[in-house]
T-cell receptor
Framework: DAGITQSPRHKVTETGTPVTLRCHQT?????MYWYRQDPGHGLRLIHY???????DKGEVSDGYSVSRSKTEDFLLTLESATSSQTSVYFC????????????FGPGTRLTVL | QKEVEQDPGPLSVPEGAIVSLNCTYS??????FMWYRQYSRKGPELLMY????GNKEDGRFTAQVDKSSKYISLFIRDSQPSDSATYLC????????????FGTGTRLQVTL
């Protein structure tokens, strides 16, 4: 599992509530990614990070923000959750600049009512 | 139109069959191609990685890239029930900080 944990693993929340998902890695990898996975859309990149305090937007970043104040933690925040953000969220790490391999965490299943 | 198209299945085959999974893509700038396997309620795991055109073999798995047709394939020989999973293709352009574009995944069921 490449030392990646995600928390919480499951969450049910209400529309308009702020939500923060955490990705934690134990191996000090520089590159970290947040994806969402939905039926009919596959995995889509939300945000990614290439170092502490260095982040950039992905394909579906609207409504999401991220922060990375430590190498090991990459936080994804939904400032005001909407039902369209009901999804499974995966964190991934890339273990080096010279590889495309990404290792994924176990996922967080988020339901917004 | 999506950049990467993949038949969602499900694809059901008997144990021991040869399985062919495919993706088509529209952008000729894609240079790096991957196949991920995802078991139910788990994160994807990398199976195969190829650069540009050609074949790559690893055990029972063969990945094939045909850039002229914008078509990639994953073949599984002697399929096993443990191969039952969703298979996702992924690809990226050169110089994009490993920002991958994924297909929607094909669900495979290998029956006894």
């Amino acid at each position: 599992d490449a030392g990646i944990t995600q928390s919480p693993r499951h969450k049910v929340t209400e529309t308009g509530t702020p939500v923060t998902l955490r990705c934690h890695q134990t191996e000090n990898h520089r590159y970290m990614y947040w994806y969402r996975q939905d039926p009919g859309h596959g995995l889509r990149l939300i945000h990614y990070s290439y170092g502490v305090k260095d982040t950039d937007k992905g394909e579906v970043s609207d409504g999401y923000s991220v922060s990375r104040s430590k190498t090991e933690d990459f936080l994804l925040t939904l400032e005001s959750a909407t039902s369209s953000q009901t999804s499974v969220y995966f964190c991934a790490i890339r273990p080096g600049q010279d590889t495309d391999t990404q290792y994924f965490g176990p996922g967080t299943r988020l339901t917004v009512l | 139109q999506k950049e990467v198209e993949q038949d969602p299945g499900p694809l059901s085959v008997p144990e021991g069959a040869i399985v062919s999974l495919n993706c088509t893509y529209s952008n000729s700038a894609f240079q790096y191609f991957m196949w991920y396997r995802q078991y139910s309620r788990k994160g994807p795991e990398l199976l195969m990685y190829t650069y540009s055109s050609g074949n790559k073999e690893d055990g029972r798995f063969t990945a094939q890239v045909d850039k002229s047709s914008k078509y990639i394939s994953l073949f599984i020989r002697d399929s096993q029930p443990s191969d039952s999973a969703t298979y996702l293709c992924a690809m990226r352009y050169t110089g994009t900080a490993s920002k991958l574009t994924f297909g929607t995944g094909t669900r495979l069921q290998v029956t006894l």
